[in-house]
């Protein structure tokens, strides 16, 4: 089976599971990925990696995978989808919903709860081919060889969601400074997108910290792997560093955590809960109350008790 991998990297890490589900089922299972993705699915075992290069035709990667696959999942009616039915995949599989039907020629009838985690998404699909997703080693981190460096500290103000993720950046430089006092080891994380909080906040802390862009994101999970800590706004970077095996401190604004928190018990979330957040927007038509509330005291507390 072929699967189509979400393009958002929240959805891809939390896509991960059901992969694994697949693979573990005994069923050859593929992925096909843009490009930039084909470092992060070559960290889950047994898959294999169909990556196209930016603008690529879906005639042209039909041509590439025509014959191959017996079957394909899609998501949504994206490329992969267009891919799929171009390529003539005799099963074509994919949950009924709007667009995306006429790509398939098996709909599946899976439903989730408007309150479950997103990662219950995926999970349905494999679960309604019959396919057991209840095992834990489908939830653990990837591994990829590298230990955490002792006391290392990665703070990443920036958002790629938008400016109301973002924290105020003179909080950051209190958390940072806390840090820097307590003998940590602290490294800036800077992500496209956003308002390049990221070299901002190193610009001000100076030469006590190391800096980095992180772009690819998926090139930067050995990076990540070497923070056992991570501190971060919402946005895909702490779900890579999840993915990566670092424990995450994640500051919430319009995001709602029960629906898109990192996955793995050992992260914790911080957030100034308002009365018109969850509200999803990348623009604040108030006053970014979610933002400004959050005290640094809050997130310090939660900080310092990862880092006891």
């Known amino acids: 089976m072929l699967v189509a991998a979400p393009e958002r990297w929240d959805e891809a890490c939390f896509a991960v599971p059901a992969l694994r589900a697949l693979v573990a089922s005994g069923l050859g299972t593929g992925i096909l990925c843009p490009r930039e993705q ?22 042209i990667t039909a041509a590439e995978i025509r014959g191959n696959w017996q079957a394909s999942l899609a998501w949504d009616a994206g490329f992969a989808a267009e891919a799929f039915k171009i390529a003539g995949i005799p099963r074509r599989l994919g949950r009924t919903d709007g667009k995306l039907k006429k790509y398939l020629t098996h709909p599946l009838g899976f439903a989730v709860g408007p309150l479950e985690h997103r990662v219950r998404f995926y999970l349905s699909a494999a679960e309604e081919l019959g396919i057991p997703t209840a095992r834990p080693e489908f939830f653990a981190p990837c591994d990829i060889g590298i230990e955490p460096v002792a006391g290392a500290v990665l703070l990443c103000p920036g958002s790629d969601f938008g400016l109301t993720y973002e924290w105020p950046i003179e909080r950051w430089v209190e958390i940072a400074g806390k840090l820097l006092e307590s003998g940590r ?20 802390l100076g030469e006590g910290v190391e800096f980095f862009h ?11 792997a070497v923070h056992g800590l991570v501190i971060s706004a919402d946005g895909s970077l702490p779900h890579l560093a999840a993915h990566a095996g670092a424990t995450c401190v994640v500051l919430f604004g319009p995001n709602d955590p029960a629906w898109k928190r990192p996955l793995g018990k050992r992260h ?33 507390d939660v ?3 990862k880092l006891g």
Do not use: N
């Not at 080891?185 to 001000?204: P, Q």
């Not at 992180?214 to 990540?224: M, R, S, Y």
């Open 268 to 300: 914790a979330i911080v957030r100034r809960h308002v009365e018109c957040a969850p509200c999803f927007l990348s623009k604040c038509p108030m006053d970014l109350r979610c933002q400004k509330e959050l005290d640094a005291e809050r997130v310090w």
């Open 185 to 204: 080891r602290v490294t800036v994380a800077s992500v496209d997108g956003g308002r390049g909080l990221g070299k901002i906040l190193a610009d001000k």
């Open 38 to 59: 084909r470092d992060f699915w070559e960290t889950v075992e047994g898959l294999a990696v169909i990556d196209y290069a930016p603008k690529t035709k879906a005639k």
């Open 214 to 224: 992180a772009a690819p994101l998926a090139g930067a999970l050995p990076l990540l």
């Open 303 to 305: 900080v310092a008790g």
